[in-house]
């Protein structure tokens, strides 16, 4: 296969059934939906932060309009249910900007992606943010984007009720 300057991860298990982390380059769109999917399968079972998980994530998402988008936007859901890993993804600066983005864009799955996409939001605001990052989402106007995004791109009424807590 060709291999490019991306880096994304899959994961493998070692003896004591840990999840270990292996860069995987690759341009084959296969590829990269196999690894949103292991990733988001991983996340079912348990909702860790690996170091590079949430890099490869952000990666996956770019420029993405197909079904991996949903496997992404669900492993992030799953990951900020649980408290240890929350407060990781809490930390993360663009997780919400990005999440709003995706939810104004049009993809495959487009109100499942949302829906899981409010969950990360709700989740993630209702933990204890740093000020800096409150600051940085208000001066970048991510709240108001929001608004716009609940109001006008959601047509789940559940989907909106999520949002708005």
């Known amino acids: 296969p060709k291999y490019s300057r991306n880096t ?4 493998s298990f070692n003896s004591t059934i840990q999840p270990s982390i292996v860069t ?12 949103a999917a292991t990733i988001h399968n991983l996340m079912l079972k348990r909702a860790t ?18 079904l991996r ?8 859901a799953y990951l900020s249910l649980h408290t240890k ?8 600066m663009k997780l919400i900007p990005e999440i709003a983005a995706i939810m104004r864009i049009g993809c495959v799955e487009a109100d499942r992606v949302q829906h899981y996409g409010a969950i990360v939001i709700c989740n993630v ?3 204890q943010l740093d000020k800096t990052i409150l600051e940085d989402l208000v001066n970048k106007d991510a ?4 608004k716009v995004v609940t109001l006008l791109r959601i047509n789940s009424i559940v989907t909106k009720e999520i949002l708005g807590k």
């Open 8 to 11: 994304y991860i899959s994961n």
């Open 49 to 66: 932060i690996i170091p590079g998980t949430l890099i490869c994530l952000f990666n996956l998402l770019k420029n993405c309009r197909t």
């Open 143 to 146: 709240i108001v984007d929001l």
């Open 85 to 92: 890993s929350k407060v990781v993804i809490a930390k993360e």
């Open 24 to 35: 995987v380059q690759s341009d084959n769109e296969e590829g990269k939906a196999l690894v």
């Open 125 to 127: 605001l209702a933990t």
């Open 69 to 76: 988008v949903l496997h992404c936007v669900k492993a992030f």
